[in-house]
C-alpha cells in the first residue's frame, strides 16, 4: 500500500486554534508513550516558520529532528518532510489543512511519498494507516478543550 493515506476530523475549534493545538501544543496531546523516538518523557517543540525543525528532546537533553517545514500559513495549512527515526534522505511528506466550517474546523491529514522507502514501503505506509489514527485519536480528545492563546 504505497497510495498516500488521508485522514479526516472536524474538532470544536476556530481554525486558528486548531492550527495552534496541532503546533504550538503538540507535546500536550502526542500519544510519545506509543509514538516517539525518545520515549515518553521526551519533549516535542514545533517551529514556527518554513524550514524549522520539529524537534524531540529526551530529558538527558538528546535530541531527535522528525521533520521540517516545507510549508506553513498558520491557521491554514502545514507541509513537513516527515522522518522520525530514520534518515532525513528517507522522508516521506505529510500535509494537513484547516478548514472553519459551520461545526468547527476539518482537518485533513495526508502523508505519501512513500516510494522513496523502497523494499520497506508497504509495511511503513501500512503502520502508519493505524498509526495516524491514534495520533489523530489523541488530538481530537484535546481539542475538547479550547486552546486559548
Request: hydrophobic residues 40%.
Given at each position: 500500500?504505497n497510495?498516500?493515506?488521508?485522514k479526516s476530523?472536524?474538532?470544536p475549534l476556530?481554525?486558528a486554534?486548531?492550527?495552534a493545538?496541532?503546533t504550538?501544543?503538540i507535546d500536550t496531546w502526542?500519544?510519545?508513550a506509543?509514538?516517539?523516538v525518545?520515549g515518553e518523557?521526551?519533549?516535542l517543540t514545533?517551529?514556527?516558520?518554513?524550514?524549522?525543525e520539529?524537534?524531540?528532546?529526551?530529558?538527558d537533553?538528546?535530541t531527535?529532528?522528525?521533520?521540517?517545514l516545507?510549508?506553513?500559513d498558520?491557521g491554514k495549512?502545514?507541509?513537513?518532510?516527515?522522518?522520525?527515526?530514520?534518515?532525513?534522505?528517507?522522508?516521506?511528506?505529510?500535509t494537513v489543512t484547516?478548514t472553519?466550517?459551520?461545526?468547527g474546523?476539518?482537518?485533513?491529514?495526508?502523508h505519501?511519498?512513500f516510494?522513496?522507502?523502497?523494499?520497506?514501503?508497504?509495511?511503513?505506509?501500512t503502520s502508519y494507516l493505524?498509526?495516524?489514527d491514534?495520533v489523530?485519536g489523541?488530538y481530537?480528545s484535546a481539542?475538547?478543550i479550547p486552546?486559548?492563546?
Open positions: 500500500m497510495d498516500p493515506i488521508h476530523l472536524t474538532v476556530t481554525a486554534e486548531a492550527f493545538l496541532f504550538d501544543d502526542w500519544p510519545k506509543s509514538h516517539s525518545k518523557r521526551s519533549k514545533f517551529p514556527t516558520h518554513k524550514g524549522g520539529i524537534i524531540e528532546t529526551d530529558e537533553g538528546e531527535a529532528v522528525w521533520g521540517k516545507i510549508a506553513y498558520p495549512y502545514l507541509a513537513i518532510s516527515w522522518f522520525p527515526g530514520r534518515n532525513e534522505k528517507d522522508a516521506t511528506v505529510v484547516f472553519q466550517t459551520a461545526d474546523t476539518l482537518c485533513e491529514l495526508t505519501g511519498g516510494d522513496i522507502l523502497g523494499d520497506t514501503a508497504d509495511a511503513v505506509s493505524k498509526g495516524w491514534m489523530l489523541c481530537a481539542a475538547k486552546v486559548h492563546a
